[in-house]
């Protein structure tokens, strides 16, 4: 994701169960047209490198695209409601 326009970092998450790892990341993007930058028309669908896939032994297929209402690490954030296909950030 590095170098596409409007990409702002991610956080990478892991959680351990059992003798799973799961592994969410929550990329920050300047808009849902930043996005579709990256990811193409349909921004539902996850970019997944096949390189990352052959680690996985499962992925989700489908990305989801919230808007950041409330920040306190940064403090950015609109601060106004999340609604579905808001197109101010996610």
């Not at 409007?6 to 047209?33: F, M």
């Not at 970019?47 to 489908?62: F, N």
Request: proline letters at 3%; one cysteine or more.
């Amino acid at each position: 994701m590095e170098g596409f326009a409007g990409y702002n970092g991610c956080y990478l998450l892991c959680r351990k169960e059992g003798d799973q790892v799961h592994i969410q990341l929550l990329s920050l993007w300047d808009s849902l047209a930043s996005i579709r930058g990256f990811a193409g028309s349909d921004e539902s669908t996850a970019v997944i490198s096949p390189a990352v896939a052959d680690l996985m032994t499962e992925y989700d297929t489908t990305a989801g695209h919230d808007t950041v209402v409330v920040d306190t690490v940064t403090g950015r954030g609109d601060g106004g409601p999340a609604t579905p296909n808001q197109d101010t950030g996610s």
